[in-house]
C-alpha cells in the first residue's frame, strides 16, 4: 500500500513538474537558460521537486524510516507552498487549460497528498520541537538566493518578495510574518505527532 501511494504520488508530481516547465518555454520569449533559471527560482517548484524525489526513493525504499523528522519537513515546505498560493496568490491570475491543471496540482492536490501521506505513514514518536529550527535552513537559504539573484537579474517570483516594487524593508517584514506561519505549522505538526502516538 505505502509503496503504491509513493509511486502514484511521484508520478503526480514528475508529470506536473515536467508540464509547467513545458509550459514555461512554450509561453515565454526568454532565452532557455533563463526560463530555466526563474523555473527553478520558484519555491513552489523547487518543493515540488524535492516531494516527487522523496516519493520516488520511497518505491525503492525497503527499510521502513525509523528516524522522524524528514517527512515532516517536506510536508510542512509543501504546506506553505498551498497555503500561501491560497490566501495571496490565487487572486492574481486565473490560468486556463493545461496550466490550470498544472496549478491545481501543483498547489492544492499535491500538499493534500502529501499531508495525507504524513498522517499514515511518519514515524511520530520521535518528533522534536528542536527539529524546527533545521527544518528552517532550507526555506532560509532559498530567501537568500532570490534576494541576492533579483538584485541583479531584477527578477522576483513572488510579489511579496519584490524588492523593486515595495522595498527591502517590506520584504524583510513579510519574510518575518512567513517564517512565523512555517513555525506555526512545524508545532501544529508536531503536536498532532505527539498526541498520535499518546
Not at 120 to 126: D, L
Not at 165 to 170: D, K, P, Q
Request: a positive charge.
Amino acid at each position: 500500500m505505502k509503496r503504491i501511494l509513493a509511486l502514484v504520488f511521484s508520478f503526480t508530481g514528475w508529470f506536473a513538474l515536467i508540464m509547467q516547465y513545458n509550459l514555461m518555454l512554450e509561453h515565454s520569449d526568454l532565452p532557455f537558460w533563463e526560463i530555466t533559471i526563474r523555473f527553478f527560482s520558484y519555491f513552489t517548484i523547487l518543493t515540488n521537486l524535492i516531494v516527487a524525489a522523496y516519493f520516488t526513493f520511497q518505491i525503492f525504499n525497503r527499510n521502513p524510516d525509523k528516524k522522524s523528522g524528514t517527512l515532516t519537513a517536506i510536508t510542512v515546505y509543501i504546506l506553505i507552498v498551498g497555503l500561501i498560493y491560497q490566501i495571496i496568490l490565487r487572486s492574481t491570475w486565473n490560468p486556463t487549460g493545461m496550466q490550470k491543471l498544472v496549478d491545481e496540482l501543483l498547489h492544492t492536490i499535491i500538499p493534500v497528498l502529501v499531508v495525507t501521506y504524513w498522517y499514515i505513514f511518519e514515524n511520530k514518536t520521535s518528533l522534536n520541537y528542536r527539529h524546527i529550527l533545521k527544518w528552517s535552513i532550507y526555506p532560509l537559504l532559498y530567501l537568500i538566493y532570490i534576494l541576492i539573484r533579483g538584485n541583479f537579474s531584477g527578477f522576483y517570483p513572488y510579489p511579496f518578495i519584490n524588492v523593486s516594487e515595495i522595498g527591502f524593508t517590506n520584504v524583510i517584514i513579510n519574510s518575518f510574518w512567513i517564517l512565523i506561519f512555517f513555525t506555526g505549522l512545524s508545532v501544529i505538526l508536531i503536536k498532532i505527532g505527539k498526541t498520535f502516538n499518546q
